[in-house]
């Protein structure tokens, strides 16, 4: 069965210390990957996503994220995070020719002023 | 434009009652996606159902669940019977009417709690 593993459960940094959090999918074929972000109180939102070419995507609000196929991998990153950046965040994968995504458990993220 | 709507965002009922959600989809979008959210869990697929047909149950409990998405109207997730193990957070997207249904909007979320 395809899975999305995050291996970070919660992740503690200081405002201007860079991010990286970590996003594996077991799945052979064709797939688009997404990270999406939760602020407090809010609905999910996309962050960025991937489909196909540069493995290398930029989204929104300074954050990049890079496809590994070799790796099956699709890790977030952000070289300088703000307080405001305190949220969760889920990796998810759409697979083959399925609708529907499949999600991580997600990475609650602080950040401390 | 207004984004993905669900009502209501917090939803009580008693072991045995019936839950009804409701997902009005973004203007244009033909597609919706019902996912639940237990606690300290990710998001998990339910249903995928466009105007009038059930495309994808898979993620669907056999027992008590059901959806439906009419030509007219919002999509319903009714959940018949409720246990407390039911208690979750039930997320709703859409997606355009596109081939690839590459992207999903998702709205804010019916929090259910059973007593």
């Known amino acids: 069965a395809q899975s999305v593993s995050q291996h970070n459960h919660h992740v503690i940094l200081s405002e201007a210390a860079s991010l990286e959090l970590g996003c594996n999918y077991s799945?052979?074929?064709?797939?688009?990957l997404f990270w999406y972000v939760q602020y407090p109180g809010q609905h999910l939102q996309l962050l960025l996503k991937y489909f196909s070419g540069d493995p290398l995507v930029k989204g929104i609000k300074g954050f990049e994220a890079e496809f590994i196929k070799s790796k099956f991998s699709f890790n977030l990153r952000k070289p300088s995070v703000q307080w405001s950046d305190t949220a969760e965040y889920f990796c998810?994968?759409?697979?083959?020719?399925?609708?529907?995504?499949?999600f991580g458990k997600g990475t609650k993220l602080s950040v401390k002023p | 434009n207004a984004g993905v709507m669900q009502n209501p965002r917090h939803l009580v009922r008693r072991r045995g009652q019936e839950a009804r959600l409701r997902c009005s989809p973004m203007k244009g979008h033909s597609h919706v996606y019902w996912y639940r959210q237990l606690p300290e869990e990710g998001l998990k697929f339910m249903v995928y159902?466009?105007?009038?047909?059930?495309?994808?149950e898979s993620g669907m409990p056999k027992e008590r669940f059901s959806a439906e998405f009419p030509k007219e109207g919002p999509s319903i997730l009714r959940i018949q019977q409720v246990v407390r193990g039911d208690s979750a957070a039930y997320f709703c997207?859409?997606?355009?009417?596109?081939?690839?249904?590459?992207?999903?909007?998702f709205g804010p979320g019916t929090r259910l709690t059973v007593t």
């Open positions: 997207a859409s997606s355009p009417p596109s081939r690839d249904l590459l992207e999903q909007y």
């Open positions: 799945y052979g074929g064709t797939v688009n």
């Open positions: 998810a994968v759409n697979a083959g020719s399925q609708g529907n995504l499949i």
């Open positions: 159902l466009q105007k009038e047909n059930i495309i994808d």
